[in-house]
């Protein structure tokens, strides 16, 4: 029997000394540390999944200094060949059972597309798409022991929103949105709950805030902390929403686009983000 119980407001609780856990990737910096963060708020034990560099164990101390939850970290480099079995692999050995599976660990870029060297977008491809597939086709049957058990996929706004000058990257994030939604589908009769988040803007580094200041202000109406993210994306997870847009501009404007005919929009959002053309 499952000892997790769970209230209305997305908290659980460890009534037996449960061995469940949340498993996040990419989860030593940005939004995967906030979702580390959030999840344990909510008393969930955690697997944080990052490379293996001192920010995983300080982002482990961090978290054990303020809530009474038990946390486990794993560093690798998933895109390795046999990385994500292997992760597989220890968890069985250590007995460790995921119940959520929150694929966070991504990459991006922009500029022109033949600015960019093949190797870098075979290394996103292989992080957003390849190493996502995999840990959910290796942990599901897993997950599927649980009396509940959840998914929540890292997608972006982009998935909806073709932008040119990150042209591979949007179609990373199309990838995850669309795996997402049909594999939702697929386990809509069994304990497993699929969901994708899909934020605009956020800042979780300097990078970012240079890419978000060269938008000037209409960037800056939808940037969210990766706090307000994991919060969002946290709560909608736990009540089984299928696609979660954080932030209500953000959302707003997903809606709105899908009334503008495609050539239009395509128009409207090179204009937008020319400001990547020379990159």
Known sequence: MDSWTFDPNGYFYDMYGNENFTLITGASM???KAFAFECASRGMNLLLIALQEPRLEETKEDICSKYPVEVVTY???LTEPSAVTALFQ???QQKIKVNILINNVGMGAGGRFENISPDFYLQMLNLNNQV???MTYYFLPMLKESSSAYILNMSSMEATLPLPYKSVYTGTKNFIYAFSLAL???LARSNVKVSVV????????PDGLKRINSHGKRAKLIMLMP????KIGIKNLLQGKGVIVPGKVSWTIVKLMKFCPTSLKM????RVFRVYRDH
């Open 132 to 134: 996502m597939t995999m």
């Open 30 to 32: 940005g939004i995967g």
């Open 198 to 205: 899909c934020p605009g803007p956020v800042l979780t580094n």
């Open 227 to 230: 706090e307000e993210v994991a």
């Open 75 to 77: 560093g690798a480099d």
């Open 90 to 92: 220890y968890c069985l």
């Open 267 to 270: 128009k409207m959002l090179e």
């Open 184 to 186: 939702r589908e697929e």
